[in-house]
């Protein structure tokens, strides 16, 4: 507060102990302005009160007393953020790796509570293989996991159709024999109204023979999990690694 602000307030206060007979002291138009504006703050900073827009300045908050839980979601929008602050290394957040898993065992894979932005998931094989004949699948869900209701075709390239195949049950990544190891990469896309689009390249490795992969399946709610296993669903993995991707 001025120097000549304190002083009116105290002539102020000096008026009050000087009251006439009646009980009564004129304020002067300042003395009145300045009265007002103390009860003013004095009003915002009581409980329950207010605090006008212009008197809350980025030099009179703390730095640790701005934090994550005071900010609502809502009032940080696209504008509010400067070009600037949005850095490569912030934005890298958005990309999440899942653990890799060995698919030396079991007849299914799975990966769960995938985030609910999620928009692509890329699914990476290394050398997976099965102690079978049965080709592949990749099934995706939401609480569950969805084993009909697909379109997916795969493809061996440079093959005759007979190696060629379809799938309603998962999408179908050809597989040659027992001793196939699978490299490669499924990519799903999220299409809208829990629509997801996928499509993949894949080598075994065992033989250098390549495949393709691509199809399409609608989830009745938000996709939250993905599986690998295979057509019958009892060959057994016994070799190799995959993990998933997300953004």
């Known amino acids: 507060m001025a120097t000549t602000a304190i002083e009116s307030l ?7 102990r000087g009251l006439n007979s009646k009980g009564i002291y004129t304020m002067n138009a300042t003395e009145t302005d300045l009265l007002r504006q103390i009860l003013i703050e004095v009003q915002a900073l009581s409980l329950g009160g207010s605090v006008a827009d212009g008197s809350i300045t980025t030099v009179k908050l703390a ?9 609502l979601d809502a009032n940080v929008t696209t ?3 400067a070009d600037a602050n949005v850095t490569p290394v912030k934005l890298s957040e ?3 790796a899942s653990t ?5 065992s079991g007849t299914a894979i799975d990966f769960t509570s995938i985030p609910s932005w999620v928009k692509r998931i890329t699914i990476s094989f290394n050398g997976v293989s099965t102690n079978g004949t049965s080709n592949l699948l990749v099934r995706i869900g939401s609480g569950s996991v969805d084993s009909t209701g697909y379109a997916s075709v795969g ?17 179908l990544i050809n597989a040659v ?4 190891l699978i490299s490669g990469f499924v990519v799903l896309t999220h299409l809208g109204a829990n629509v997801w689009a996928v499509s ?3 080598a075994d490795t065992s033989g250098a023979t390549t495949f393709i992969t691509c199809g399409n399946k609608t989830l009745a709610g938000v996709l939250d999990r993905v599986r690998l296993t295979t057509v019958i669903g009892t060959d057994t993995f016994d070799a190799g690694s995959v993990n998933i991707f997300y953004e």
Do not use: W
């Open 177 to 180: 024999n027992s001793a196939s």
């Open 155 to 171: 493809q061996r390239i440079g093959a005759s159709s007979t190696a060629d195949g379809t799938s309603t049950v998962g999408f």
């Open 63 to 71: 730095n640790n007393s701005v934090t994550t839980a005071k900010i």
């Open 10 to 16: 105290r002539q102020i206060l000096n008026g009050f």
């Open 100 to 104: 890799a898993v060995n698919t030396t």
């Open 79 to 81: 504008a509010k953020i």
């Open 200 to 202: 993949g390249v894949f």
């Open 94 to 96: 958005s990309f999440k």
